[in-house]
């Protein structure tokens, strides 16, 4: 595609009502109740744009718009009939929450939340994880390890905070998930639906090696601090271990729910 400078609208000012609008996705109160979000850097905006999800416009320098993964963004704009606008680098900085931005981002309308399909496999449950890093990180395990959807109990972080968009890196986007709803809310729905629920905990009995599961199944993980809390285990059909050597007490939450995930699904059932 030939680069045509003339397209994308000049933006020169903080003060224009778009750049205030996705400044304000910034703030976390304000973020929490908008229709929207951001959307930061080249990989991500296309991601947006491939996932099919609502990019209501583009913001970027014009160095960005002249980069190979910046044309392909202006070309996907023009079919999505996206609106482009060439802003200062100052702009981008005031936007960026990046140390080194790309200069590019994009404000995009936020992913429907909605109670997974679920005829069979497995859900993730994830009670109050409150780590953006952490959350990002298992949107992206659970779509490379085949978990057909997340809910996310009251008291977890934001899906849409800045950082767990990164670290999803476009998972986000493709994995059906709930939110805001207590985790006896899940567990009533899971069993709706015929299906099991496992706790992944410190001290457990049943190893998750090896375990046999059925057709439907909820895997749960707990908050950073305090893991699963002893009410959900116990609501659960079984607590399950995952096996370390050495004096490894414990593992980082995404680090065990994606070994549990893999274990649990793509271990038993290769794919």
Same mark, same amino acid.
């Given at each position: 595609?030939?680069?045509? !400078?003339? @397209?994308?609208? +000049?933006?020169?000012?903080?003060?224009?009502?778009?750049? @205030?609008?996705?400044?304000? +996705?910034?703030?976390?109160?304000?973020?929490?109740?908008?229709?929207?979000?951001?959307?930061?850097?080249?990989?991500?905006?296309?991601?947006?744009?491939?996932?099919? /999800?609502?990019?209501?416009?583009?913001?970027?320098? !014009?160095?960005?718009?002249?980069?190979?993964?910046?044309?392909? %963004?202006?070309?996907?704009?023009?079919?999505?009939?996206?609106?482009?606008?060439?802003?200062?680098?100052?702009?981008?900085?005031?936007?960026? *929450?990046?140390?080194?931005?790309?200069?590019?981002?994009?404000?995009?309308?936020?992913?429907? $939340?909605?109670?997974?399909?679920?005829?069979?496999?497995? +859900?993730?449950?994830?009670?109050?994880?409150?780590?953006?890093?952490?959350?990002? $990180?298992?949107?992206?395990?659970?779509?490379?390890?085949?978990?057909?959807?997340?809910?996310? $109990?009251?008291?977890?972080?934001?899906?849409?905070?800045?950082?767990?968009?990164?670290?999803?890196?476009?998972? /986000?986007?493709?994995?059906?998930?709930?939110?805001?709803?207590?985790?006896?809310?899940?567990?009533?729905?899971? @069993?709706? =639906?015929?299906?099991?629920?496992?706790?992944?905990?410190? $001290? !457990?009995?049943? =190893?998750?090696?090896?375990?046999?599961?059925?057709?439907?199944?909820?895997?749960?993980?707990?908050?950073?601090?305090?893991?699963?809390?002893?009410?959900?285990? *116990? !609501?659960?059909?079984?607590?399950?271990? %995952?096996?370390?050597?050495?004096?490894?007490?414990? /593992?980082?939450?995404?680090?065990?729910?994606?070994?549990?995930?893999?274990?649990?699904?793509?271990?038993?059932?290769?794919?």
């Amino acid at each position: 595609m030939t680069f045509d !400078a003339s @397209k994308p609208q +000049l933006i020169q000012s903080a003060n224009n009502s778009m750049v @205030k609008h996705a400044y304000s +996705l910034k703030v976390p109160k304000k973020l929490k109740f908008a229709e929207d979000f951001l959307c930061e850097g080249f990989h991500l905006v296309l991601e947006a744009f491939k996932s099919d /999800l609502r990019v209501r416009f583009v913001f970027a320098t !014009a160095e960005a718009y002249h980069h190979p993964e910046g044309q392909q %963004i202006l070309e996907l704009a023009k079919r999505n009939k996206t609106r482009c606008f060439e802003v200062t680098p100052q702009i981008i900085s005031y936007l960026s *929450e990046t140390v080194t931005p790309q200069g590019m981002l994009a404000v995009a309308q936020k992913v429907e $939340t909605h109670y997974p399909d679920f005829d069979s496999g497995f +859900l993730l449950g994830i009670y109050q994880v409150q780590d953006a890093g952490n959350m990002g $990180t298992l949107f992206r395990s659970a779509e490379a390890f085949g978990i057909k959807g997340l809910l996310l $109990t009251e008291g977890c972080c934001d899906p849409f905070n800045s950082k767990v968009v990164r670290s999803a890196m476009g998972s /986000l986007f493709r994995v059906p998930f709930m939110t805001g709803k207590s985790w006896g809310e899940y567990m009533t729905w899971s @069993k709706e =639906n015929n299906a099991s629920s496992y706790a992944l905990a410190q $001290t !457990a009995s049943d =190893n998750l090696v090896g375990k046999k599961f059925g057709a439907k199944n909820v895997l749960w993980v707990g908050s950073e601090g305090e893991g699963v809390p002893a009410e959900l285990a *116990e !609501a659960c059909d079984s607590r399950l271990l %995952i096996p370390m050597k050495g004096q490894v007490e414990s /593992l980082n939450v995404a680090v065990a729910a994606s070994i549990a995930m893999f274990q649990a699904n793509m271990g038993q059932n290769p794919q």
